[in-house]
């Protein structure tokens, strides 16, 4: 998966991207006993997913 996403992504990869993506969000721990860099990675993670859904024009329902 690409690490970071341009204004050129194509949506045709959305479905794929935001499963990985969510998987290893989930992957992360949430129980609020994170370390930086993994607060850091679930921040990246999430900023991926709002800009694919944005970007798609995909609903979060």
Same mark, same amino acid.
């Given at each position: 998966?690409?690490?970071?996403?341009?204004?050129?992504?194509? /949506?045709?990869?959305?479905?794929?991207?935001?499963?990985?993506?969510?998987?290893?969000?989930?992957?992360?721990?949430?129980?609020?006993?994170?370390?930086?860099?993994?607060?850091?990675?679930?921040?990246?993670?999430?900023?991926?997913?709002?800009?694919?859904?944005?970007? /798609?024009?995909?609903?979060?329902?």
């Amino acid at each position: 998966m690409t690490e970071q996403f341009e204004s050129n992504y194509n /949506c045709a990869n959305a479905s794929e991207d935001l499963h990985e993506l969510q998987l290893l969000l989930h992957q992360l721990p949430s129980d609020g006993k994170q370390t930086a860099e993994q607060q850091q990675e679930a921040n990246r993670l999430h900023n991926l997913i709002h800009f694919i859904k944005n970007k /798609c024009d995909i609903n979060n329902g």
